[in-house]
């Protein structure tokens, strides 16, 4: 039987989050259990009871298999103490090492016993490679006492010349078909028999819980395809095969049989299966770039282009600069080039392998196309919004965007339309924007027959702080009041979300597949026209913001472009990123695109970063799934462990949803995944406004009386614990596919220390101590300025917004500020501020202020500056500012400026409306 930790209400998800962790743990307990036995000082009821607690997880594993497991009993029931637990030790060492993908020794439950598996990873210290290893679900109607002769047939297979190896996994029903999926994380195929049944052969609560995580419809039926749907729907990198002894041309030719890689016929040659499943493989594991940039750092050239750092000569033959080459390897600069010849590619007009790479890069994300870039993901913002918008278009954007967007609007003469996030004044940061806030701004620019303007909905999802918005709801109620927006999702930050079958949905790619699929479906027209019927032909405002608006299908135009920072959560280079497009009508604005990477995109890019994005795709198609289910499980192991900890718990917390997201957009009810039963977490992640990314941890540290920058460098300087974001009271945690338990262990360790050292200074400094602790504190966590809300452009870059919308000319105050007698500066605590504040006339902001933390601009060019953003400004004690010089003070359009641009402006619109 499978156990769980529970709440009131049923198990908690942490602990369904935990599998890979929880299966380690469980092998531990059974070599623990083992020893104790072996040295009289537990019985063998213990080791059976643990070996139990494994024996079902272990079923949907190729390895240690069923031999392995059955020689386990054996000698446990032959009393065997010694070489039962010795057995699981080499087993348990086998797993934590990986070295069963390796050696077959690991296999054989007779071999010898005194030999220490390997410890090193596979790939350091030798220098063969082993071919690499996945396993094969075969779903199968045949009884258990075959499933040894048929995994047989399968390894019989196996040939010399064969790239990779594989073990197969086989279930006899949907349910344990579907756990296999949920909780193998090296499978990389299926292969689907006609006759399974539906039931688990396991008595096992948790298995219900998996299935009905993933399978959004029924499988009860004991359809192959219908089984098919529920795993592609959960993890659809994997490669399907179905093998039918019915008419399989008429399965085949079924549009719903599209995700499946092939159909075969029960009784043909299985070593053509065989083959299918490898060439499979092989189309993932492909990287077209970075196998022919294998090849021609392979190759004798002499290089009479301006690089020349290509070839390594120059480093190499240095005696000054030769500790370079020592440091990187010759690869490094036998791979480098400036030439776009000989297999390498441009990245401007891509037609060989970089072009193959994105293909594929398109097909693993779910997009119609993906351009890689190798500045960024601020490059990559920058080139969608100058593709897509004109001067005078309108985008929807959140003001606390990253800088890029604001800036990708000063370069397109597209205006802002900002909307607010909800604020989490507590912690100085603010959250994602309401779809009602959204929704608000569209009506508005209807009502003032600005519509048409509006071409852009630009959000960013996750937020920095981990806020994932409902992006099929978001998309599907903006198209519901303009069929044919644009939406930009910044997913510079959750790329990786993609492999998780929970947070994919939430992306732009995942929600953009659900409304393809929902368009298609002729029921769409009969939900639309049922909803118009109810809100009847002129609805008011005031319905439409409190209904959950669906689109006309026959109208929407599904636009969805999603960027990402591949470097931030996959095994890219730094400045790795893709923008992801799926978007009808992209054939016609292909050549403004193109100009837009003309403009942005280095004429020299670096191969080996293009190669990352390459490999970057490959490893997440093949391992990517478990890679981020360990990534949310470090995460989850995080949380337990400080907010459960009894001494770090009195100075440090991580937040839970409850605290990053007001209850009002957590419908379900949830409140933290220490806290949550699964169904409630699994309904949040389906229903509510907005998750919390669980790899996300806000770490509150003004409880230990340290601000964000302090706490963060304190972490650096002392520990070599690195992180990001920094809040005034808060430091922001990421798990990503890199960490290790071990990870866990130090930051835990430290936060132990730290504690120790807060409760020795305060015990031995006395009451003066604690008070200027608690004082301290107090600044930090209660004494905390309110966050300021865009206010308003200034009318001079106004001249054709609507009465009803705070749009702007951002280009226009940008450029205003390269007027240097138009300008002026005034220091930020200087009484003319606060007398201009009253008496005007107005400070109106040259340039974008962006305090770090938060990291927002709390100014824009061409902002009407107000008191709370004066006020916050003031209370700031962060040191780096963008664009604000302390001894200057505020760099401001000058009231002459503006009075120029107006007349200017009004001139223009006389023009205008003379013509």
């Known amino acids: 039987m499978i156990t769980m930790e529970k709440t009131k209400n049923g198990r908690r998800v942490d602990a369904f989050f935990a599998t890979p962790g929880a299966r380690e743990d469980r092998w531990r307990d059974l070599v623990d259990a083992g020893k104790k036995w072996a040295a009289g000082t537990g019985d063998r009821a213990a080791f059976e009871s643990a070996l139990n607690d494994v024996a079902v997880i272990e079923e949907f594993h190729g ?54 598996p390997d410890v090193m990873p ?27 002769s048929i995994a047989a047939e399968w390894r019989r ?15 006899g029903s949907a349910e344990d078909a579907v756990c296999a999926v949920m909780l193998n994380a090296d499978l990389a195929a299926v292969v689907i028999h006609d006759g399974f049944g539906y039931h688990s052969r396991h008595d096992a609560a948790v298995l219900r819980s998996i299935v009905d995580s993933v399978a959004k419809e029924e499988i009860s039926d004991g359809s192959a395809l219908r089984l098919a749907r529920v795993m592609h ?28 890689r092939r159909v075969f016929y029960a009784v043909e040659e299985l070593l053509e299966l065989h083959l299918a499943v490898l060439e499979g493989v092989a189309s993932r594991y492909e990287t077209p770039f970075f196998d022919n940039l294998k090849k021609y750092a392979e190759r004798p050239i002499s290089t009479f282009h301006a690089l020349p750092i290509a070839r390594g000569a120059s480093i190499f033959r240095s005696d000054w600069i030769r500790d370079m080459g020592e440091f990187y390897g010759p690869n490094l600069f036998l791979a480098e080039s400036s030439a776009t010849t000989g297999g390498l590619d441009s990245m401007l007009e891509p037609t060989g392998t970089i072009k193959r790479a994105q293909e594929l890069t398109a097909r693993a994300f779910g997009a119609d196309r993906v351009f890689f870039v190798t500045n960024g993901t601020s490059t990559s913002n920058k080139m969608v919004v100058q593709a897509l918008l004109a001067p005078g278009d309108i985008a929807i954007v959140d003001r606390n965007c990253h800088k890029s967007h604001h800036y990708g609007m000063v370069m397109a003469g597209a205006q802002p339309l900002y909307v607010e996030a909800f604020p ?42 981990g806020h994932m918005y409902n992006t099929r709801r978001v998309m599907e109620e903006c198209l519901a009041i303009k069929p044919d927006l644009i939406f930009l999702w910044d997913e510079a930050w959750s790329g990786f979300a993609r492999w998780s079958p929970f947070l994919r949905p939430r992306t732009g790619m995942g929600a953009a597949a659900e409304i393809e699929k929902w368009l298609r479906d002729p029921a769409s027209v009969a939900a639309y026209e049922r909803q118009r019927a109810e ?10 913001l409190d209904t959950r608006l669906l689109p006309d299908p026959r109208k929407v135009r599904l636009r969805v472009y999603q960027t990402n920072s591949t470097h931030k959560s996959m095994s890219a280079l730094r400045q790795g990123s893709m923008i992801l497009v799926k978007d009808v009508e992209y054939p016609a604005v292909e050549q403004q695109f193109k100009e837009a990477v003309f403009t942005h995109a280095s004429t020299s890019p670096n191969q080996q970063l293009i190669a990352s994005l390459d490999v970057a795709r490959r490893q997440m198609e093949l391992e990517g799934f478990g890679l981020v289910a360990n990534a949310i499980e470090i995460s989850l192991a995080i949380r337990r462990e400080v907010n459960r900890h009894p001494l770090i718990s ?46 996300r941890m806000t770490l509150v540290c003004g409880t230990a009386g340290y601000d964000g920058t302090q706490f963060k460098n304190l972490l650096a300087n002392k520990y070599n614990i690195q992180l990001n974001k920094t809040s005034r009271n808060s430091v922001l945690l990421q798990s990503n596919i890199n960490n290790t338990r071990s990870d866990v262990g130090h930051l835990i360790r430290v936060l132990v220390e730290i504690c120790r050292e807060i409760e020795e200074r305060l015990a031995s400094g006395g009451k003066g101590e604690q008070n200027a602790f608690a004082a301290r504190v107090k600044n930090l966590m209660t004494d905390v300025p309110d966050l300021p809300n865009f206010s308003h452009f200034h009318e001079a870059f106004r001249h054709d917004a609507g009465a009803g919308t705070n749009e702007g000319n951002i280009r226009g105050g940008f450029y205003a500020a390269y007027d240097a007698e138009g300008c002026e500066h005034i220091p930020l605590h200087d009484k ?14 040259a340039n974008f202020v962006i305090p770090y933390p938060p990291g927002f601009p709390i100014m824009v060019p061409g902002q009407v500056i107000k008191p709370d953003t004066i006020e916050f400004m003031r209370k700031l004690d962060v040191k780096e500012i963008h664009g604000y010089n302390a001894a200057q003070g505020l760099k401001l359009i000058s009231a002459a400026a503006l009075s120029k641009l107006g007349k200017s402006n009004h001139t223009r619109e006389r023009t205008k409306v003379a013509q």
């Open 650 to 695: 009195k100075y440090f917390h991580v937040v839970g949803a409850d605290g990053m997201i007001p209850a009002e957009y957590r419908k379900s009810g949830f409140t933290d995944f220490l806290e949550a039963d699964w169904s409630t977490a699994l309904r949040s992640m389906r229903e509510d406004e907005f998750y919390l990314d669980p790899t």
């Open 157 to 171: 297979l196996r040939r010399p010349q064969d790239r990779f190896i594989y073990e197969p996994v086989i279930v």
């Open 122 to 148: 596979p790939t350091l210290g030798r220098s063969e490679t082993a071919a690499p290893y996945f396993e094969l679900l075969i779903v199968t109607g045949a009884p258990t006492e075959r499933w040894g």
């Open 535 to 544: 809100l009847g032909d002129d609805p008011s405002d005031d319905k439409l």
């Open 832 to 845: 003319e501020i606060d007398r201009r504040m009253k008496d005007g006339p107005p400070l109106v902001s």
């Open 424 to 465: 989490l004044t507590e912690y100085s940061m603010y959250g994602a924007v309401p779809l009602r806030t959204i929704k608000q701004a569209l009506l508005a620019a209807k009502r003032d027959g600005h519509l048409d303007r509006v071409k852009m909905i630009d959000l960013t999802n996750c937020t920095f702080d």
């Open 233 to 260: 729907e959960a993890r659809p990198e994997l490669d399907l095969y179905l093998l039918s002894d019915r008419r399989v041309e008429e399965i085949a030719g079924d549009p719903a049989a599209d995700i499946v």
């Open 63 to 116: 390895y240690p298999g069923p031999a392995l497991m059955a020689t386990l009993r054996d000698r446990a029931q032959s009393d065997d103490a010694a070489g039962a637990a010795m057995l699981a030790w080499r087993i348990n060492s086998a797993l934590l090492t990986r070295s069963f993908r390796q050696h077959a020794s690991d296999w054989d439950p007779h071999s010898d016993l005194s030999t220490v």
